[in-house]
């Protein structure tokens, strides 16, 4: 499949679509035909799709496995590619696999509690600030 892909992309900048096992391509589906060739609306695909790729990406990263994401432009090419309908447009590639050895994946952890509790103060001790020199300007 990577081979049918080849023609599409910089051989030398995007190498990590050739050396990822899996290969994700995720389609909207802007709207739904019926039997008899009507077409029927869907409202708010892209944050749709969008929130849906947020969850594989982290169910992804969960497993242990590594994503990045990639938009190539154009990408209509896929549709093509993979026989996708008329009513569906590419939205998003996921090359999909383990990190290369030697490559550090960051470790991002949570802020603690308190620290987002003293974040909101600071905003909220800013924002009241901001308020009175508001006031006391009209």
């Not at 990408?75 to 490559?103: C, D």
């Not at 603690?112 to 905003?123: G, M, V």
């Amino acid at each position: 499949m990577v081979k049918r892909f080849r023609a599409f992309w910089n051989e030398l900048a995007e190498t990590f679509l050739e050396d990822a096992p899996w290969l994700i391509v995720v389609f909207r589906k802007n709207f739904d035909v019926s039997d008899k060739g009507e077409k029927a609306k869907n409202y708010y695909v892209q944050e749709s799709v969008g929130i849906a790729c947020g969850f594989l990406i982290a169910a992804i990263h969960l497993a242990g496995l590594c994503t990045l994401t990639h938009t190539p432009s154009p990408m209509g090419f896929l549709s093509e590619i993979l026989g996708r309908p008329k009513n569906e447009k590419p939205f998003l590639l996921l090359p999909v696999g383990y990190p290369k050895e030697g490559v550090q994946v960051p470790d991002i952890s949570k802020k603690k509690n308190s620290k987002k509790s003293q974040i909101l103060s600071d905003l909220s001790q800013n924002f009241k600030t901001c308020l009175k020199v508001l006031q006391s300007n009209s």
